[in-house]
């Protein structure tokens, strides 16, 4: 963990080994499994997160930019416009999610993402 943390930093700027080891001092490594919920909705969280490998969903009731974001994409945009721009935006997500889920945020039937995908 601390080799791919420390990266990630790094990309921002230079660390010396102290100044890291300071920095993860304040962190602790730990392991979810699939379908673990980090936050519940109402609960404040006391954490920063660094995920080191595999994928959060996060659900967000009250996020009111991207809604309408996703809103005028669904209005302005038909289905193969939004998926090209889902697959420019996050190409490796649709080898890490169901087509089902990525169908459904795409407001179209698994069928039509079959349909596009091919």
Not at 29 to 57: A, C
Not at 59 to 72: K, Y
Request: neutral net charge.
């Amino acid at each position: 963990m601390s080799t791919v943390f420390r990266q990630h930093i790094e990309k921002i700027i230079a660390l010396t080994d102290d100044e890291f080891e300071f920095v993860l001092s304040h962190f602790e490594h730990r392991h979810y499994r699939k379908h673990d919920v980090l936050i519940r909705e109402g609960e404040k969280s006391e954490y920063v997160f660094f995920v080191v490998t595999g994928l959060l969903e996060l659900v967000h009731t009250d996020g009111h930019i991207g809604s309408q974001q996703r809103i005028l994409s669904l209005i302005t945009s038909n289905a193969k416009e939004r998926y090209d721009q889902l697959l420019k935006r996050y190409p490796s997500l649709f080898q890490r999610v169901s087509k089902t889920l990525i169908a459904s945020y795409l407001g179209v039937s698994r069928e039509t993402l079959s349909r596009l995908s091919g």
